[in-house]
């Protein structure tokens, strides 16, 4: 494709090159696509490459042996408090997952339904809060649920309680509440775009046909509607399993993540090689768990039509 | 597709019932963060209930501290040159999948695409990874660059969704009235594409200005905003600066959306339909 791993310097070569440039839309294309392209192969292939060679590497002190070995994955699948740590973090966005997408659903029907006038605005209210600091968001929850916090205090002023509540915070249930909070744009958004494509002379028919209003949305717009729900929970439950912030911010000793044994491992005990074997491995169990997911969701579609 | 009846338009409208759900869905969303602003003024070094009294000091002290406006001129540095960079990178590559049909280009689009389906530890880590091995020193460039390949997928929809609906005969038009290529470029394609750009770049410098665990991963000795305030979580007494910092940047973010939203809007229909 380019100019120099030709070897020809044969006159009327550029000239025919040039030609084949002018005709050919994959070679112009290509051209305005490479920046870009040739960006994110080194910020994002090869480092993503390279974090899977580190995994058969082995940390000798502060060298790194690189002598092909499989006994990281061997640590990190012999270790139990990692598969500890693994199982609680599925649990935790499965349930971040569950809550959000059944939050977000009713929502995203009202605006594909229900608005009338300036879908827009509500569109934009629902976006607002993806764009703004994650950090200082889940920083927010820890100011609410904290045991000198805002619930605790405004409860107890108000006389309601005599104790602050000290399930409230350092637990699994205010990383879901963050966190739930966290992603609800990712799951709206999806879910809105498949219900607006509905076309409603579908509705029309069904109704025709005789059936009523939960009838027609059982077996006509939830069906239909269910790429956007798919596509919601992958975009909640995939990120999740790799969140930071949120555990260790509110999540105290009970709430903690893969991603906090991760950056313990890459920052603090400089084991590198089992840092990228645990991290490569929880990945990929949560990829067959996605996979999993998918064509369950599939087989559930078949059964309702 | 036939064009819907007006009884067809009503189908599947939601009862009153749904509109309260939303509502306090929306009072879910925006309450728990407005109570950042509300406990800024409070003069209380506890963030608890009753309200002590109106104090602006917690923002003085913040906009005092030496550390912390060196972390945000390091913010707004990477966030610029990161979102700039973004959208160039994205101007270009939307105007190849949207104006050429390629061989591979689903690949292409989807490795580009792909940092916003992998968990940001992942991206942290992998990146640390590469500059060890380059013997890159970390510091604010390497947090730069790990900005960049987060901005691009952003810029790419972004501005792919602009040029999407762009009428290509409108530039062979003007072509064909004799502007040069350089000419048409400024007077038809640039006037159209200048939403989307402006729009990018915004969006592109929010999700810089406030991303933490690429930079918590690949910073030197000097930190960026986020990395800074996580820095002071620690620390109770410092609890009410953040909070005057963090309601400061929530508010300027949430402008900052709007008007990309917005201009992102201008020239296109979508106001009317919503986003398809």
Excluded at chain 1, 79 to 91: P, V
Excluded at chain 2, 28 to 56: A, C, E, M, Q
Aim: hydrophobic share 55%.
């Amino acid at each position: 494709m380019t100019a120099s791993s030709a070897p020809s310097t044969a006159p009327g070569f550029f000239d025919r090159l040039r030609a084949f440039y002018l005709r050919s839309d994959a070679a112009k294309g290509y051209v305005l696509l490479s920046p870009v392209m040739i960006t994110m192969v080194i910020l994002l292939a090869a480092p993503l490459i390279l974090l899977v060679v580190y995994s058969f590497w082995t940390q000798v002190g502060l060298q790194v042996d690189t002598t092909f070995t499989t006994d990281r994955y061997n640590d990190v699948l012999g270790k139990q408090s990692y598969h500890d740590i693994f199982w609680r973090t599925i649990g935790t966005s499965s349930l971040v997952t569950l809550v959000t997408v059944g939050l977000a659903y009713p929502m995203a029907y009202y605006v594909a339904f229900g608005v009338k006038k300036y879908k827009f605005v509500w569109l934009i209210l629902l976006t607002i809060p993806f764009w703004t600091s994650y950090l200082l968001r889940a920083f927010a929850w820890k100011v609410i649920l904290g045991f000198n916090g805002v619930i605790n205090s405004g409860l107890m002023t108000l006389g309601v309680i005599q104790e602050p509540l000290e399930f409230l915070l350092y637990n699994q249930t205010a990383v879901v509440i963050t966190l739930a909070h966290a992603y609800a744009a990712f799951a709206i958004l999806p879910i809105y775009v498949s219900l607006e494509k509905i076309d409603r002379t579908l509705l029309e028919a069904a109704a025709d046909l005789g059936d009523g209003a939960w009838a027609r949305f059982w077996r006509v717009t939830f069906p239909l509607s269910l790429p956007g729900v798919i596509g919601a929970s992958l975009l909640i439950f995939v990120p999740t399993t790799g969140d930071y912030v949120t555990p260790q911010l509110v999540g105290g000793p009970t709430g903690q993540m893969i991603a906090y044994s991760i950056q313990v491992l890459f920052l603090k005990v400089g084991d590198w090689p089992l840092g990228a074997a645990l991290a490569l491995s929880s990945m990929a169990a949560v990829g067959i768990l996605v996979m999993l997911f998918v064509t369950a969701m599939q087989l559930a579609v078949r059964q309702i039509r | 597709m036939t064009k819907p009846t007006r009884a067809a338009k009503r189908m599947g409208d939601p009862g009153g019932f749904l509109a309260i759900f939303a509502l306090a869905y929306l009072l879910f969303l925006y309450v728990p963060v407005l109570f950042l602003p509300v406990f800024s003024f409070n003069d209380s070094i506890f963030v608890t209930f009753p309200l002590k009294g109106f104090t602006t000091k917690w923002y003085e002290q913040a906009f005092a501290d030496q550390d912390m406006l060196r972390a945000l001129t390091a913010s707004l540095q990477v966030g610029a040159i990161a979102s700039v960079t973004a959208t160039i990178l994205g101007l270009l590559g939307a105007k190849a999948v949207t104006r050429y049909r390629m061989p591979g280009q689903n690949v292409v689009t989807g490795l580009i695409m792909m940092p916003l389906f992998i968990p940001e530890i992942m991206l942290g880590i992998a990146l640390l990874i590469l500059v060890n091995t380059l013997f890159i020193p970390l510091g604010l460039f390497t947090i730069t660059i790990g900005h960049i390949m987060l901005c691009t997928p952003f810029a790419m929809a972004v501005l792919t969704s602009r040029l999407d609906g762009f009428d290509k005969s409108l530039e062979e038009a003007s072509m064909d009235l004799g502007e040069s290529p350089w000419m048409t470029f400024w007077r038809v394609t640039f006037p159209l594409v200048a939403p989307g750009i402006i729009s990018s770049m915004l969006l592109s410098f929010i999700v810089s200005f406030d991303e933490f665990l690429l930079s918590f991963f690949l910073q030197g000795q000097q930190p960026t905003l986020p990395v800074y305030i996580w820095s002071q979580l620690r620390f109770p007494n410092k609890l009410p600066g953040v909070l005057a910092l963090g309601a400061v940047i929530l508010i300027v973010s949430c402008i900052l959306v709007v008007i990309a939203e917005w201009v992102r809007q201008i020239g296109t229909d979508e106001r009317k339909v919503g986003v398809a």
